[in-house]
């Protein structure tokens, strides 16, 4: 059977390997204390600390050891921040700890690992080397003992050994700590209440559970939190702990046939959120498996949810929109959020009372030829200078649709009665077939599947998803409309109808509107283009403005520049610039 000890090394133990230390340091001792086969110590390098030499530090080190002799403890400390944390300090101690095991005819397998940290108290990377670590351990298809010893290092370290040691929870593992230096490490135990709270969080490989009996979401005016924890998790019931202000009927859509139940509390009285959810589940059975989404709400609200949470030991757990992160609060680990793959998710999440009027596939566009009217539209492209000075002389039939014929700047286009086109441009010439909505194309239409296409390969390799083109959102005919306000500035917003949206996609985190201009910009687009964005992609929602020309006003500069939400991207580097807006 292999006997494993698992530590961090500290100050003291360097110390006992520099000869300015009275004790051997925990390590050691600990090693001459018990009979362990492997032992594998973990060091934190301070990277910005690695520029000493290994002349200065030998000779430094005679001089730190007379200091330590006479009793100069202030040149002994100097001495120990210039080199702990360093490598030469690492190599001196392992092989100081290996001779001293030789020396005591110990037979451990020493192994080393050097470990960079943002700081010396970065729990989050602490936390993840500890359970690498483990994990590594673990899979030794050998028979098995696990020691982690906590007194060694920083106080954060012996906390991470602790919670990296629910890890697992089928392995042989104990925690040591040395209550008295220089003597034999005991065997520590965790509060009850922690593992309680960890059985129910984790798998037996010590992977957070992802399906539960109940999720607790705090919903508020963002909605996209909520969302999320449903897409997360699996669940039998959904319970929306909510003020009266804000209903949480929107989420229904997304439940996937899980119970819905609304809990209403007062949203600035932490204690009656904690008392409305535990008299929720007072018939709820004591080994039901509980989540809490504790992302949305009120600051006070979480404060009464959590306090709930660890009342009934449940699982709680945050997610950093801004970092597409999900954080477990009970050990701080984080998973990647699941992606939103569909545009019509985020609509019907963030607006009232509308729906998706057309779907706004690349295959309805039209019946006629698709690979001639692709090479016609890439031959526009290059075009563009020329085609956008005959817009003002096609718009007039846009409405109509009547004939029309036009001959300038070396391109010939004539639209017949019965819809059929022929158009000459770049020396090459197109026939099409009852193509009605040619007038729209001619005049802009084409820059929006110009831009499409350029975005369609980031969707065949999985960079995006649901790419849509002109997808329509309409009103659904309601009588005493709720939300009126929303809606009636949504109506304005939009016109009379409906709002159709030039391009839209999702990279899985969030809702990407684009607006495709031909011709000049104008000051009002960005303003339209900014509320639309925000309306339909809440508060990560991003809007990109393509247009075929540079802007030339300075006002429309400085707004484009201001806007958060809004990115243009046009001229010569078009094609460059879209794809790095992602």
Not at 133 to 146: F, H, R
Not at 432 to 442: H, L
Request: one cysteine or more.
């Amino acid at each position: 059977m292999k006997k494993i000890l698992l530590t961090w090394y500290g100050i003291t133990d360097l110390k006992a390997s520099f000869g300015t230390e009275y004790s051997n340091g925990p390590i050691l001792s600990a090693l001459t204390s018990e009979e362990y086969t492997d032992v594998l110590i973990l060091g934190y390098t301070n990277k910005e600390k690695n520029n000493v030499t290994k002349e200065d530090f030998t000779s430094e080190l005679l001089e730190a050891q007379n200091a330590f002799k006479e009793n100069r403890q202030s040149d002994v400390w100097s001495f120990i921040n210039t080199y702990s944390n360093t490598d030469l300090a690492h190599d001196h101690y392992i092989k100081w700890i290996k001779q001293q095991l030789k020396n005591e005819e110990v037979k451990t397998e020493v192994n080393f690992h050097s470990v960079e940290l943002a700081h010396l108290n970065d729990t989050e990377g602490i936390y993840n080397i500890a359970a690498e670590v483990l994990d590594i351990v673990a899979s030794w298809n050998v028979e098995k003992e696990i020691f982690f010893y906590l007194s060694p290092g920083t106080p954060v370290m012996a906390f991470v050994w602790a919670f990296a040691a629910l890890r697992h929870p089928n392995l042989d593992k104990k925690l040591l700590a040395s209550p008295i230096m220089n003597k034999k490490p005991e065997v520590v135990s965790l509060p009850q209440e922690w593992l309680e709270w960890h059985s129910k969080s984790v798998n037996e490989s010590g992977e957070h559970i992802e399906k539960y009996d109940i999720v607790f979401h705090l919903f508020g005016e963002q909605r996209m939190p909520s969302l999320l924890g449903i897409l997360q998790f699996q669940t039998k019931k959904h319970v929306f702990v909510n003020s009266k202000q804000y209903p949480a009927s929107i989420m229904k859509p997304f439940l996937n046939g899980s119970e819905f139940t609304e809990l209403s509390v007062e949203p600035f009285d932490p204690l009656d959120t904690k008392d409305k959810i535990l008299q929720y589940l007072k018939n709820v059975p004591a080994d039901a498996k509980i989540g809490f989404n504790l992302t949305g709400g009120t600051k006070l609200m979480y404060a009464g949810a959590l306090s709930a949470c660890k009342k009934i030991n449940a699982t709680p757990f945050y997610f950093d929109i801004i970092h597409d992160k999900l954080i477990f609060l009970d050990d701080f680990k984080t998973k990647e959020i699941k992606p939103i793959t569909s545009v019509e998710t985020f609509i019907t999440l963030h607006s009232d009372n509308l729906f998706i009027a057309k779907q706004g596939y690349w295959n309805e566009i039209s019946n006629i030829d698709i690979s001639d009217r692709q090479l016609l539209t890439n031959i526009l492209w290059k075009a563009r200078s020329k085609i956008a000075k005959l817009y003002r002389s096609i718009v007039p039939y846009v409405d109509d649709r009547r004939k029309f014929s036009i001959q300038k700047n070396n391109i010939s286009i004539d639209f017949f009665s019965n819809y059929d086109v022929k158009i000459v441009i770049e020396g090459k010439e197109f026939t099409f077939a009852n193509w009605k909505d040619f007038p729209v194309y001619i005049t802009g239409g084409w820059f929006e599947e110009y831009t499409y296409l350029q975005l369609k390969s980031l969707e065949d390799n999985g960079t995006i998803y649901d790419l849509r083109i002109g997808l329509e959102v309409g009103f659904k005919e309601q009588k005493n409309v709720k939300n009126s306000f929303r809606f009636d500035n949504l109506k304005d917003m939009f016109g009379d109808t409906y709002q159709e949206l030039d391009i839209t996609f999702t990279d899985g985190k969030k809702l990407y509107i684009v607006e495709c201009k031909a011709g000049n910009i104008k000051s009002d687009y960005i303003m339209k283009l900014q509320n639309i964005t925000k309306y339909f992609g809440g508060l990560k929602g991003q809007g990109i403005l393509a247009s075929c020309f540079p802007p030339n006003s300075k006002v429309v500069k400085k707004k484009i520049l201001d806007s958060k939400n809004i990115k243009l991207v046009s001229g010569q580097c078009f094609n460059e610039e879209l794809l790095s807006v992602l």
